[in-house]
């Protein structure tokens, strides 16, 4: 027992020390050696090559570079009137209408930070089966609207006049002949008959919907309203004392729009509510607003293709707006908004729903209460940028795209 207990202390050392000995010869083997500037020169006498001479143009890198919403041209086009594009991405950092938590003044930074993995040469997506930037569309960064955080009153008329602003310019496309992919055309829903841009809004608070309304009641008369929220927004005023300019306010602001003429009549359509309410005179008030109300649980229910239907079959054929209040999605997943909800929709759900729309007769769509003060590892900044991309390619399609499984191509192996 005691020459065996030996032989084995004998084998674990011989074993030890060929271990250290091959690990010794791996270091030396392997061993970084500094490069020198010569190893990256032809020929050391030469003289120095410039940047883009050796290695060509300055490219952004998803984490480097200006911000703009996926590295797209970034123009300060409120003052630049020359800037044409056919869609806008306008951030409106506004949040002083809020009744519980303030911050989405930082929306439109935290929603550009969630896009830089994003770029023009990098669009394709498998659930579209298209670009949106691959076409004859133009599409630019416009910057904020420098509203001011002190006077409501004063900000809403500015966010008012500079999405006005941006609806006069002439779409480039709608002036180049011969285009291989132009934007499905708008000119016929238009009171004088012309195209015009379209603008993706960054907000901001909800309350920036009434200035972007009023201004395309401007362009287009009534419109019907598709709204993504937890809430209904359709509230006349709060309890208390009231003055006009405080009326003017996150969840008040449909109403206000009724009571302004600016909404098409019962043609308006709610998705994803599921707010908890005074009583049944809420919802008695939501129709008369002019809304029919998809709730949250409707998706279980009915499933997500007959969502797709109500929808379209509410607003039928009329100029749509679609409002995106990112506490739509249940606040496990965007939890960064100042009014969140438990139970609501995945992201994964709001976009299905929303490749379902495309082809409806959009005029303008925004995604708002982003506050990201109150995100995790930019989750909710994340999603928000996804969505932006799914309305820019929302609003190029002619129809809703097919399921990947159905197009023509390659065979494909994967299930």
Not at 127 to 144: E, F, K, L, Q, T
Not at 215 to 234: C, Q
Not at 263 to 268: I, P
Request: proline share 8%.
């Amino acid at each position: 027992m005691h020459r065996s207990s030996n032989f084995r202390l004998l084998y674990y050392t011989l074993v030890l020390a060929t271990t250290l000995v091959a690990a010794h010869n791996h270091h030396h083997t392997y061993e970084q050696v500094s490069f020198s500037p010569e190893d990256f020169t032809s020929d050391p006498t030469s003289p120095s090559l410039t940047w883009l001479e050796k290695y060509g143009p300055q490219i952004d890198q998803p984490f480097s570079g200006p911000l703009s919403f996926s590295h797209l041209p970034y123009t300060l086009c409120l003052q630049n009137e020359s800037a044409s594009f056919d869609i806008a991405i306008l951030g409106m950092p506004f949040d002083t209408g809020v009744t519980y938590r303030p911050g989405a003044r930082f929306g439109p930074y935290a929603i550009r930070s969630g896009s830089r993995r994003q770029k023009e040469t990098r669009g394709y997506t498998l659930s579209w089966g298209s670009n949106p930037y691959a076409g004859d569309v133009r599409v630019i960064d416009c910057g904020d609207v420098p509203v001011s955080p002190f006077d409501n009153a004063l900000a809403v008329d500015q966010m008012e006049v500079a999405y006005s602003t941006l609806l006069a310019r002439t779409p480039p496309s709608s002036i180049e002949s011969e285009l291989v992919s132009p934007p499905l055309p708008i000119s016929h829903l238009a009171l004088d008959k012309k195209e015009h841009p379209r603008i993706i809004s960054l907000g901001g608070d909800h309350t920036i919907v009434l200035p972007i309304l009023r201004s395309l009641n401007k362009i287009y008369g009534p419109i019907s309203v598709i709204h993504f929220d937890a809430h209904l927004d359709t509230w006349g005023t709060y309890p208390g004392a009231s003055t006009p300019q405080s009326r003017v306010t996150h969840g008040t602001f449909f109403y206000l729009a009724k009571e302004e003429g600016l909404l098409s009549t019962n043609s308006s359509v709610h998705a994803g509510i599921r707010c908890k309410l005074a009583g049944i005179e809420d919802l008695e008030n939501d129709v008369e607003v002019g809304f029919q109300l998809i709730s949250t649980d409707d998706i279980d229910d009915y499933g997500v293709n007959n969502i797709i239907k109500r929808i379209r079959e509410r607003v039928g054929n009329n100029p749509v707006y679609l409002s995106l209040d990112i506490d739509v999605i249940d606040p496990g997943l965007a939890p960064a908004t100042g009014t969140p909800e438990a139970g609501g929709w995945t992201t994964r759900e709001v976009k299905r729903i929303l490749r379902g729309l495309a082809g409806l007769n959009f005029v303008g769509a925004d995604i708002v209460e982003v506050a990201p003060a109150y995100d995790n590892a930019e989750i909710t900044g994340i999603a928000a940028a996804d969505l932006v991309h799914d309305f820019l390619s929302m609003l190029v399609a002619k129809e809703p795209p097919k399921a990947f499984g159905s197009r023509p191509g390659p065979l494909r192996d994967e299930l």
